[in-house]
């Protein structure tokens, strides 16, 4: 569920980066200034030092321990700035499996807190922000800008790294490489869903917020998912609910075949509408899959070793297809396919440029819980199968790109997917494959949502639903939004899933006008 970022940040990560681009206005980044060493915080109702009966430990003694207890649990830095705003930063220690908390060495877990500056010590009602995914961390604001400066004019703001992301004990090609074999993989991933995250967002809000008040959630998203798993588990935690692009679906087992079969229809109007743009990128796109489908093994060599194959080039999609600005970006980097001749009758090549272009549009080697994960986030007791790729066959007669080319048809891009040849082609995720597969296979996976709680749900939600969304489908998001009660939906086709990045002032305060009042039942 992306908010992918734009190319060079990698991906769904409009699931992942529509909100980057909306905290973090275009522009070079400002280094940020080193971290002061991290203070002990005060947590609130920690467990007391059980005494020995024989020997109970001098005053000083024990409040050392106290501290240490509480340093081990919650650690937060100094304030720091950027322009418009002040930063605070969090480090938690929580169990990898909250329901067996002795179960394992504990993870941290880094939020952002975020105010306008000049207001530390403000009293503010806080906002937890729960960026897009699975598998993406969350903004690192370089100055006060788009919904993250309209926010924080009446709140204190949380950007949550979930677990496994940026400073959430990051999960890598290379420090997943520790746990050696692929059933343990499995073993520790399975604990990196919405399940945790929302119990990472309460064991949080228990030690940050006052009284331990109940905070709103944004989410963008996957991050709405989490806040509608929220929502079914711990809505006490909650005081309203803002959801842009992520409403989840309901109901079966796994879901994941029908987003497919939905988000492919979605995905092939997306690609007319892009060649109709674009008529000139038919033909280039045709160059490109005829030189890769003759070229030895099927592909050519990508800069970090994988394999640029007719099938992947198509996974460009991904990122161009369904973002604000991306049937652009997608349009210039095709532009850049081809070397130039400088020798006349020198061998015509793929560029470099594209081929590491191509490899930052996806960013799978730095987030692999994205593809390790993006289907069994709509598991519930069921396994996935690798939907993706059985409902790609029911359409491929459309997406095959080598038929495409030999008919002269345009060749589909395809869109947020996750396909086993990734894990073949992109050599960072090579050593994953095993584990990938188990994944798919993998059944016993734990609810994420409880109907009867949303059928009956308290808390006030607001959501925005993009008709023309290619992530998160526009008929199965009404759908889910008939079974949550108190919700509020805006129905838009003004802005795409990356609505949050493209027009953030406008969304947040449409969808706070939903909640205070503002914008009246009619």
Known sequence: MSNRRPPGMAVARLRCAAAVAAATPAAAARPLRRQPAFLPVHVPGAARLRLSPCRIPPPRAAAAAMSSFARAEH????????????????????????????????????????????????????????????????????????????????????????????????????????????????????HFRADNIVKDAEFIRLRLVSDAEPWTVLGQSYGGFCAVTYLSFAPEGLKSVLLTGGLPPLGEPCTAQTIYRACFKQVQQQNEKYYKRYPQDIQVVHDAVRYLSESEGGGVVLPSGGRLTPKMLQCLGLSGLGSGGGFERLHYLLERVWDPVLVPGAKKSISYY???????????????????????????????????????????????????????????????????????????LRDLKEAAHLLAEKEDWPPLYDLSKLNNNKVPVAAAVYYEDMYVNFNIAKETASQIARIRLWVTNEYMHSGIRDGGPHVFEHLMGLLNGKKPLF
């Open 354 to 428: 594209f081929l590491k272009e191509f490899e930052m549009w996806l960013g799978f080697d730095q987030n692999p819980l994205y593809a390790l994960l993006h289907e069994s986030i709509y598991c519930q007791g069921s396994s996935s199968k690798w939907s993706a790729e059985k409902v790609r066959g029911e359409y491929e007669s459309l997406f095959d790109p080598i038929k495409a080319t030999e008919e002269g048809r345009p060749v589909y891009f395809t869109g947020e997917m996750v396909f086993p040849c990734m894990f073949d082609e992109i050599h960072a």
């Open 75 to 190: 650690e937060a830095g100094a304030w720091y700035a950027v322009p418009g705003l002040s930063l605070r930063d969090h480090r938690f220690a929580v169990p990898p499996d909250h329901s067996s908390p002795d179960s394992g060495a504990a993870i941290t877990v880094f939020a952002r807190e975020v105010v306008a500056a000049g207001k530390e010590d403000a009293v503010l009602p806080y906002l937890l922000y729960l960026q897009g995914g699975p598998g993406f961390e969350s903004p690192r604001p370089t100055e006060a800008g788009g919904w993250l400066k309209k926010a924080c004019e009446d709140h204190r703001v949380v950007l949550l790294d979930q677990r496994g992301t940026g400073l959430s004990t990051p999960l890598t090609p290379s420090s997943l490489s520790q746990i050696t074999s692929p059933a343990k993989q499995v073993e520790y991933l399975k």
